[in-house]
């Protein structure tokens, strides 16, 4: 189930990506909103914060830690359909 939080969101998400905004700048936006950075999510994830980025700019294949650092600290996967 989801928060309000996370339908807030998910709704800004949705707009910036109708707007074009590139993926890396929406998934750093998201994470300002909730208060975390990106350095917080590689942590998690157990990744450099640079290796993040070049996942997030679509460098690199995205895999399932970065997912699930992303759901547990922002609330929802960016590349997720939820």
């Given at each position: 189930m989801f928060t309000t939080e996370t339908i807030r969101l998910k709704r800004i998400q949705l707009?910036?990506?109708q707007?074009?905004?590139?993926f890396n700048d929406i998934?750093?936006?998201l994470c300002q909103i909730k208060g975390i950075s990106?350095?917080?999510v590689a942590m998690n994830a157990g990744?450099?914060?640079?290796h993040l980025y070049m996942i997030t700019s679509g460098?690199?294949?995205?895999?399932d830690a970065v997912r699930a650092a992303f759901k547990d600290l922002?609330?929802?996967?960016p590349w997720g359909k939820d």
């Open positions: 707009f910036l990506m707007e074009e905004v590139r998934v750093a936006l990106l350095k917080d990744l450099s914060r640079e460098k690199r294949p995205v895999n922002l609330g929802l996967d």
